[in-house]
């Protein structure tokens, strides 16, 4: 995966949290893990890629941090509902962000939200996986591409 | 005042949509989960406008367009959608929609889009 590459799902969570809660969020360094130890915090929204990419990009964050983003929004209902449906929102808007650069054979599927980290049957086992730390506010949370093809 | 549908297969967002929509202009009268939903609910309401999803369960935004432009050619439909390439916003207003607003945005982007999406039709 190129640095460009990288670069569109960086500028993703910039441009979320920007237009979201109009306070600054700032982005780590990528850096290379191993799928069977996938990078999570309590809750996940997965969404996969087909066409000439395939794989998953997810957005990962604890409830904390989502309640907060939903505050943010004007919500004040910071159930678990809310919360997971948060957490699908933000990654189908940063992989939705996306087909800007790679174009609308980019196909993304509808956000799949769980607590914890996503399962084999999402990220396979013979791939690594790019996570991109987010920080917003006090909290920390990630973004993690895990495509082939690009 | 004018009617409004929002449909989206997110909470969050359609109770978004529904805060921040200008009040002195906009009536929100059904709020819709996917394309199907959105189908009953139009026939059921006949909003002049709705707000529109793509990316949904059951039947996406880009046919929903299609069915609600069939049954009310006058409609005005914004397509408020994350999918940001230029390709899906040619192929929204190709089906019918009249603008699309990207997803994120805040509420002055929204009203704007609204209030550029029903000129003439105070009138």
Avoid at chain 1, 33 to 45: E, I, L
Avoid at chain 1, 101 to 111: K, L, Q, R, T
Avoid at chain 2, 35 to 57: I, K, N, S, W
Avoid at chain 2, 93 to 112: H, M
Wanted: hydrophobic share 45%; proline share 4%; aromatic share 6%.
């Amino acid at each position: 995966m190129t640095e460009d590459t990288l670069k569109v799902f960086i500028d993703g969570v910039v441009r979320y949290f920007q237009h979201t809660s109009h306070k600054e969020v700032k982005v780590g360094a990528p850096y290379l893990v191993d799928n069977r130890q996938p990078a999570s915090f309590d809750y996940t929204g997965i969404i996969g890629i087909s066409g000439p990419y395939r794989g998953t990009v997810y957005f990962t964050a604890p409830r904390a941090l989502l309640s907060h983003l939903l505050l943010s929004l004007g919500e004040q209902d910071t159930s678990t509902g809310n919360i997971l449906d948060l957490v699908g929102e933000v990654a189908n808007t940063i992989a939705g962000n996306a087909r800007a650069a790679f174009g609308h054979e980019f196909m993304i599927s509808v956000p799949v939200m769980i607590e914890g980290a996503p399962s084999q049957i999402q990220l396979p086992v013979d791939l690594r996986s790019y996570v991109i730390p987010v920080s917003w506010k006090s909290y920390q949370a990630a973004v993690v591409i895990c495509l082939e093809g690009v | 005042m004018l009617d409004v549908m929002i449909v989206d297969d997110s909470n969050i967002i359609r109770r978004k949509i529904e805060r921040s929509a200008d009040r002195q202009f906009f009536n929100i009268v059904a709020l819709a989960r996917n394309g199907l939903e959105a189908v009953d609910l139009f026939q059921a309401h006949r909003p002049q406008v709705v707000t529109m999803d793509l990316t949904m369960p059951e039947m996406d935004g880009i046919e929903c367009v299609e069915r609600l432009v069939k049954i009310d050619p006058a409609v005005r439909i914004l397509v408020i959608s994350a999918l940001s390439d230029v390709e899906t916003g040619i192929l929204a207003l190709e089906r019918g929609a009249r603008g699309f607003l990207c997803k994120p945005f805040d509420d002055e982007q929204l009203n704007g889009a609204l209030t550029e999406l029903v000129e003439g039709l105070h009138d």
